[in-house]
């Protein structure tokens, strides 16, 4: 079988941190991921593999012990390990690695029963023999076994790496909450989640269970641009065009707020442009019985065109020097 090459799968030192490894991960499985444009199946089932084995201390160290003789790609032959994975039976009896792929099902260089690769499978456990077995007689899996609790390791594969995928939502939604369809991309589910009332941009749904191999799948929420109101923090934000006259001498004006209805303004007499206006308890919905304030930022309504009336007043402001 090929003998793989996690570092080189990922990009990284062999003395790279877990955060180094972690982050290159992340970087490599975005760009490779199925669902992304010019993504390589093959490619990402290569480096979940990789971050499997890495991300865990007790692999890890297994899979060092190797050594780095070995490139990517090169043939490795599991005999070759000596007190490795303890490959030979009582009194020095040798198993014989070819019957035993065989048995598990595994070939040269495809997946074995943990859903990873053959060279996964004989050094870690696989083939469809229950979580944690490779492929070894009954008192060789007892004596493994109690060597990792001797060493407070517990003896079963780890959970595949939590997927992310970005939930887009529009601010009305955002604002409403409730119930949403969502569908998995890793496996086309269709979900029901329920929105919270004013969840943040970049906060996480939690979907448990829900990936592809039975780990967790987080929606990153992603707030649309709205056309008229943004979001900082609790407090919505909007601008609103006034009239000139009214910035000049006081009045009321609507506003349309973003779910639903209307608001007065109250401007004072001599308002100025980019003023602002704080409206208590007028803005995001915050779940709870809670609701944000609203900022809106004043503008002038400069008209683009005046009927002829309206074009001699302001020739007299102007020559009063308004």
């Known amino acids: 079988m090929e003998f793989k090459d996690y570092y080189k799968l990922l990009g990284v030192e ?16 975005k760009k490779h991921h199925p669902d992304a444009n010019g993504g390589d199946d093959s490619k990402f089932k290569d480096l979940n593999e990789a971050y499997e084995v890495l991300k865990d201390p007790d692999k890890r160290q297994r899979y060092d012990s190797l050594g780095s003789n070995y490139r990517h790609g090169a043939q490795f032959d599991p005999r070759d390990m000596g007190g490795f994975g303890g490959f030979s039976g009582a009194g020095g009896q040798q198993i014989d690695i070819e019957e035993l792929l065989r048995q598990q ?15 996964f499978d004989v050094l870690f456990g696989g083939g469809g023999m229950g979580p944690g077995m490779s492929g070894m007689p009954p008192h060789m899996h007892q004596q493994q076994q109690r060597h990792h609790q001797a060493h407070g390791h517990p003896h079963a594969q780890q959970a595949p790496p939590a997927i992310e995928q970005r939930l887009p939502l ?11 369809t969502v569908v998995v991309q890793a496996t086309g589910k269709r ?15 939690r979907l448990g269970g829900q990936g592809p191999h039975g780990q967790d799948v987080f ?18 934000h909007t601008k609103a065009p006034i009239p000139l006259s009214t910035l000049v001498l006081g ?60 074009d001699a007043l302001f020739r007299e402001l102007q020559t009063l020097g308004y």
């Open 14 to 29: 062999r003395s790279a941190s877990q955060k180094e490894i972690k982050a290159a991960y992340r970087k490599m499985a």
């Open 251 to 310: 009045g009321a004006h609507t506003l349309s707020k973003l779910t639903g209805g209307s608001v007065e303004l109250s401007i004072p007499k001599g308002a100025q442009t980019g003023q602002k206006m704080r409206l208590k308890g007028q803005g995001m919905p915050l779940g709870k019985n809670q609701t944000g304030d609203l900022i809106v930022t004043l503008q002038a309504a400069i008209p683009k065109t005046v009927p002829p009336e309206a």
């Open 191 to 205: 979900l029901t989640v329920n929105i919270p009332q004013g969840i943040s941009d970049g906060k996480k749904i």
């Open 170 to 180: 529009s601010l009305e939604t955002v604002a409403r909450g409730g119930k949403q």
């Open 105 to 119: 099902g595994m070939g040269d260089g495809g997946f074995g029963g943990s859903g990873f690769s053959s060279f």
């Open 219 to 236: 929606l990153v929420v992603n707030h649309q641009k709205h056309p008229a109101f943004w979001v900082e923090g609790d407090t919505l």
